[in-house]
Antibody, heavy 121, light 107 residues
Framework: EVQLVESGGVVVQPGGSLRLSCAAS????????MHWVRQAPGKGLEWVSL????????YYADSVKGRFTISRDNSKNSLYLQMNSLRTEDTALYYC??????????????WGQGTLVTVSS | EIVMTQSPATLSVSPGERATLSCRAS??????LAWYQQKPGQAPRLLIY???TRATGIPARFSGSGSGTEFTLTISSLQSEDFAVYYC?????????FGGGTKVEIK
């Protein structure tokens, strides 16, 4: 069974930093592009970032570009999101999601259960 | 960026009835469209990809259609477990974008 388990979400002050992790199991991790998608409380879904299967390509939403860094460790079947210069509008449930394949365009399946990041003073 | 518009925002349906959800893209996305279901407190679940292909384990009462800019998700006979929020997502153009969602509620 494919499983994605996020961790690392906490309450952090504006301007602070945080690193989210996603532990993957049940599939060949380094065969797939991976994504982060977020959902602000009571709102819709917003794609945040992706990383190619080998970590060689990364992309970001304009809203987080220059502040967030996605990475992966294929030896540990793990995905990460380093979040710097956090803003109140970054408050959201952050999901990691497996892409449909090694390609960068595709659907997301499955999703983890999410980890909550709250940016507040 | 392609804007995905879902309608209606809320759909009130009685159990056993048909539900028809719409998703419109601001420009053509070919058939590169997915649908997700999200229940309260749960992560989104993939229902449909390629506009019309059901994901593994998805019941046949869910069907998707359309191409280009106009797409439809149909639930042929609503079950109690189908009351949820549904999102469409295009993956034809960069960046991949989601619609705002349609909440299907019990009438």
């Amino acid at each position: 069974e494919v499983q994605l388990v996020e961790s690392g979400g906490v309450v952090v002050q504006p301007g602070g930093s945080l690193r989210l992790s996603c532990a993957a199991s049940g599939f060949t991790f380094d065969d797939y592009t991976m994504h982060w998608v977020r959902q602000a409380p009571g709102k819709g879904l917003e794609w945040v970032s992706l990383i190619s299967w080998d970590g060689g390509s990364t992309y970001y939403a304009d809203s987080v570009k220059g502040r967030f860094t996605i990475s992966r460790d294929n030896s540990k079947n793990s995905l990460y999101l380093q979040m710097n210069s956090l803003r109140t509008e970054d408050t959201a449930l952050y999901y990691c999601a497996k892409a449909s394949g090694p390609q960068q365009h595709g659907w997301f399946d499955p999703w983890g259960q999410g980890t909550l990041v709250t940016v507040s003073s | 960026e392609i804007v995905m518009t879902q309608s209606p925002a809320t759909l009130s349906v009685s159990p056993g009835e048909r539900a028809t959800l719409s998703c419109r893209a601001s420009q053509s996305v070919s058939s590169n469209l997915a649908w997700y279901q999200q229940k309260p407190g749960q992560a989104p679940r993939l229902l449909i990809y390629g506009a019309s292909t059901r994901a593994t384990g998805i019941p046949a009462r869910f069907s998707g259609s359309g191409s280009g800019t106009e797409f439809t998700l149909t639930i042929s006979s609503l079950q109690s477990e189908d009351f949820a929020v549904y999102y469409c997502q295009q993956y034809n153009n960069w960046p991949q974008t989601f619609g705002g969602g349609t909440k299907v509620e019990i009438k």
